[in-house]
């Protein structure tokens, strides 16, 4: 009750509305559940009688046939066949086996389904067929298992050709007779099973390919065969399965006779389309009501809510220190008094706001003038000191570049006129400081691969030499081997932009680089280096993006700083930012 309280009026208001609908949208959907798993079920049992049906018919069928290898050996004239044809004549032994043909093709005649019969005379091995491309194949008979169905795939005049296949042992010593009846038998029952049927009936053993309709739809039989071949299947049972984001409800029933499973799906989806598109409707109608209710709140929201957010906003963003901020009048309402008097407060604040920060402003620039004057004084002395013992050794070209150097570096960093330079004026800086530094070192070297597209790009002034001045210091002074430090710059992205200085020095440990680079994004403190923490505040605070200094291992074997900025997330106020920096 404590948070409803807390709640706007507005938002009470659409709360009672939803708490009204809750119980009828919770109604509809307990019927909308019971109306599917009614129809589910109602068609899971409809499938199966159908395939019950289906499958008495099949095993009726296939009785009968198996019954043929039984009755085809009490034919009498196979009999005597069988025990006088060594004292036949060839002729004889012809006619024979011709009027044995014949009995066996009057016996498949009898079947509605296309069947052979096949006689096999272990003795001399030959076969007598109502099939002539029957051969006694000796091999063939010893994989077979005697009194079962299988299914075999064979090569008939250059093409497969399936069949089901039953081989039994007669009551004559050394006669096996077969029978078979092909696929299409089942095919097209198959095809009379799916008529009036959404779905696609097909007949299933594990491990081989389905026996399919003539026409079916052959990657989700696959599918589904493949699903079920994962499974141990019972009897006969149903599944709702998913494959492809789509629900189909899989019937299935074994063949006591062939030992396989006659399989019948049904997409969901389109069974249960018309249970589907009234609740669609239902929840639209219901929508609409309640965009009708939301709609009839509006007047209230508009004249009495709206406003008082305004205010409430108004006051969050003066307190959050954005004192520009000002409320648009409301024409004709009770609260233009308020928006009137908060205007006039909040005009005052900033005045008095900004007279402040004005004055900060010129203290910032004081010391920063300050700072100036007494830059490095210890890079000073050391430069004097080389041009005095140049001087003594009588070295004029030393005395006359380290002069040149040193001039027009201290020349660039007290300069105060603007925060800002380009790439090209920073480099000369960065050139006057190496090459001051090479004089005095004399065991390194250093290359700049700046593109020139970058040269005439704006960034805060002293932004590399800092970086540039730290890799010398730390580096290659640290270093007693010959030391390379290389500046290059690249575009990754529309306006993003990074420069890297890398240097072959000692570097530094994994846990060292991250706890500094964690120590970039906090206060200054005594242990933290002033200008690479300089460098990365005054990026990290104009730019935006992800824009700073980060730290990683070189490729030549040192310290790798990469200064990343986006150039067209500049930060501005009222024209060209201003852009302290301190001196490292």
Not at 380 to 396: D, P, S, T, V, W
Request: hydrophobic content about 40%.
């Amino acid at each position: 009750m404590t948070v409803f309280r807390k709640i706007n009026t507005f938002g009470k208001v659409v709360t009672l509305l939803c708490l009204l609908l809750i119980p009828i949208i919770a109604l509809y959907a307990y019927s909308h559940q019971v109306s599917v798993n009614v129809v589910r079920s109602n068609i899971e049992a409809e499938n199966r009688n159908h395939l019950t049906f289906f499958m008495s018919q099949m095993e009726s069928e296939v009785e009968r046939l198996g019954k043929f290898s039984v009755i085809g050996t009490r034919y009498s004239g196979i009999k005597e066949f069988l025990a006088e044809r060594n004292l036949m004549s060839p002729v004889e032994q012809l006619q024979k086996q011709t009027r044995i043909l014949e009995l066996l093709n009057l016996q498949i005649l009898t079947s509605g389904w296309n069947n052979q019969i096949a006689l096999y005379l272990q003795d001399t091995k030959e076969a007598i067929s109502t099939d002539y491309s029957v051969l006694y194949d000796k091999t063939y008979l010893q994989t077979a298992k005697p009194g079962e169905w299988s299914h075999k795939v064979n090569v008939v005049y250059g093409s497969d050709q399936s069949y089901f296949s039953l081989i039994r042992q007669s009551d004559v010593p050394g006669l096996l007779i077969e029978v078979r009846f092909t696929d299409d038998n089942i095919k097209n029952m198959l095809k009379q099973l799916k008529q009036g049927g959404s779905g696609e009936p097909f007949l299933y053993f594990p491990g081989q390919e389905p026996v399919m309709n003539i026409s079916p739809e052959h990657q989700v039989v696959k599918e589904l065969a493949a699903y079920l071949n994962g499974r141990e299947l019972s009897k006969s049972g149903s599944e709702i399965v998913t494959m492809d984001k789509k629900k189909y409800m899989v019937n299935f029933i074994r063949s006591e006779s062939l030992q396989w499973y006659l399989v019948d799906y049904v997409p969901l989806e389109s069974v249960l389309f018309p249970i589907t598109m009234s609740r669609n409707l239902f929840y639209s109608s219901l929508a609409l009501l309640l965009g009708l209710s939301i709609l009839a709140t509006l007047l209230l929201y508009r004249n009495v809510q709206r406003p008082i957010q305004m205010l409430v906003r108004g006051v969050r963003r003066l307190k959050g220190g954005q004192y520009s901020v000002r409320l648009e009048k409301q024409p004709n309402n009770e609260f233009d008094y308020l928006f009137a008097s908060f205007n006039e407060m909040a005009e005052r604040i900033q005045e008095l706001i900004e007279n402040v920060y004005a004055e900060k402003l010129r203290s910032s620039e004081a010391i920063l003038k300050q700072l100036q004057s007494q830059i490095n004084p210890h890079f000073l002395y050391n430069c004097l000191f080389y041009i005095k013992n140049m001087a003594n050794l009588g070295q004029k070209d030393a005395v006359v570049a380290m002069a040149l150097n040193l001039g027009e570096y201290y020349r660039s960093t007290i300069r105060i006129e603007s925060g800002m330079t380009t790439i090209r004026d920073e480099l000369k800086l960065v050139t006057n400081y190496l090459t001051i530094q090479n004089l005095r070192i004399q065991r390194f070297d250093y290359e700049i691969a700046i593109p020139e597209a970058m040269m005439e790009l704006e960034i805060p002034r002293l932004l590399i030499q800092p970086i540039v001045e730290n890799a010398v210091i730390h580096g290659i002074e640290a270093n007693p081997d010959y030391g390379v430090i290389e500046i290059g710059g690249s575009r990754t992205g529309d306006e993003q932009y990074r420069i890297v200085i890398d240097d072959n020095g000692g570097g530094m440990s994994t846990e060292a680089m991250a706890a500094l680079q964690k120590k970039l994004s906090l206060p200054m403190d005594d242990e933290t280096g002033c200008g690479v923490w300089n460098v990365h505040q005054r990026l990290a605070h104009l730019y935006q993006g992800g824009s700073g200094v980060y730290l990683s291992r070189s490729p030549l074997g040192g310290l790798r700083v990469e200064l990343r900025w986006d150039a067209g997330a500049r930060q501005t106020a009222g024209g060209e930012r201003h852009v302290p920096f301190a001196l490292g």
